[in-house]
């Protein structure tokens, strides 16, 4: 079944070549999981991880889930204490993500984490999303396969209706079996918070307080830099640090040739940057609020607030 450029194969081998190229070129595929269908990039490759933004549409930027074949894979990625590798050898692979610090040489692009210092882990079940994972070698950030404010979809055909046109590949791998998406566990000093309730439960790890949680399914803790951020800015002011955009150049830039998929994989690089310059303020150039631009803008005005 193909339509408007999207591709549905039933999953074998030439499906799976056909994928692994597509994913090791910085493209899209949507990959069935045992909990719903996910929408894949190379979590290594910041450019790839902000199309997932565009073919969703989604209007602001929140952490990715990122998907590897083991807990081996896993730790070269994230540090597991004790109590988080106590909880991945008792679900993994399964329906269970672990939110975890970050390692330094992660080699993740900041795009996946937001700009925070911790990453969120699964080992998924599913033997196509594994058979991907293996075939990559990469680890791959995947949110669901809908377009944003949809519902998440459990069959390849759900990924159709919602995604058509707008990314090359769907592997069909029937539909998914439990149709919820993965109980989200913090593991922080052998303390347990439970993020987002889903499939499992896992003892021990109780919801958080109103306050840490500003929406279902999403932190309130948010990178933010430490210095004050004045928005579109067109020249630098005394003790700033300019963030530039296409044609205002500034002291770094988001994307020289006004290029917005590039501006979203750089974005909290770019912040990080400037908040580690011995000045007192960070301004940042216009971004055209128009496809990324409208999530880059809203991290922007997060920064700033
Ligand atoms: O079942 C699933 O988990 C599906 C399938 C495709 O695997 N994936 C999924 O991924 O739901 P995603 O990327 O949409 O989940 C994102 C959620 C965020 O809303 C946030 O709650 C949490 O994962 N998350 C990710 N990274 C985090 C972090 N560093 N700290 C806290 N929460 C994080
Ligand atoms: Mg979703």
Redesign the pocket.
């Known amino acids: 079944m193909t339509g408007e450029g999207t591709e549905i194969r039933a999953f074998d081998e030439a499906a799976l070549a056909q994928a692994t190229d597509l994913i090791l070129a910085g493209q899209l595929v949507a990959v069935p999981?045992e909990?719903?269908?996910?929408?894949a990039a190379d979590a290594t490759n910041g450019e790839a991880v902000a199309r997932i933004y565009a073919a969703k549409g989604r209007p602001s930027f929140?952490?990715?889930?990122v998907?590897v074949p083991d807990l081996a894979s896993a730790e070269k990625l994230g540090e597991f204490d004790a109590a988080a590798r106590r909880l991945a050898e008792a679900h993994w692979p399964g329906?269970l993500?672990l939110?975890v610090p970050?390692l330094d040489d992660a080699g993740i692009s900041s795009l996946v984490?937001?700009g925070?210092p911790?990453?969120?882990l699964?080992v998924?079940a599913h033997p196509v999303?594994q058979a991907l994972l293996r075939a990559t070698g990469r680890p791959l950030?995947?949110?669901?396969?809908n377009a944003s404010g949809r519902i998440?979809p459990t069959t390849a055909q759900h990924v159709f209706a919602s995604l058509s046109g707008r990314i090359a590949l769907i592997l069909d791998g029937g539909p998914t079996e439990?149709g919820?998406?993965?109980t989200?566990v913090?593991v922080t000093d052998g303390r347990l918070r439970l993020?987002?309730p889903?499939p499992l439960l896992i003892e021990g790890a109780e919801r958080t307080g109103s306050g840490d949680i500003e929406a279902p399914?999403?932190?309130a803790?948010h990178y933010a830099p430490t210095k004050p951020v004045r928005l579109n800015a067109t020249q630098r002011r005394d003790g700033e640090w300019l963030i530039g955009f296409g044609a205002i150049t500034g002291d770094d830039t988001l994307s020289a040739s006004g290029d917005l998929t590039e501006a979203a994989a750089r974005l909290f690089a770019c912040l990080h940057r400037a908040d580690a310059q011995p000045v007192d303020a960070i301004a940042v150039a216009p971004v055209p609020d128009e496809g990324l631009g409208t999530a880059i803008n809203d991290r922007l005005r997060r920064a700033a607030a």
């Open positions: 999981t909990t719903v269908y996910g929408l929140n952490p990715l889930i998907h329906p993500t939110v970050l984490t937001a925070l911790s990453i969120a699964r998924p999303m950030a995947a949110p669901s396969a998440s439990r919820l998406e993965s989200i913090a993020l987002r889903g399914g999403m932190m803790s």
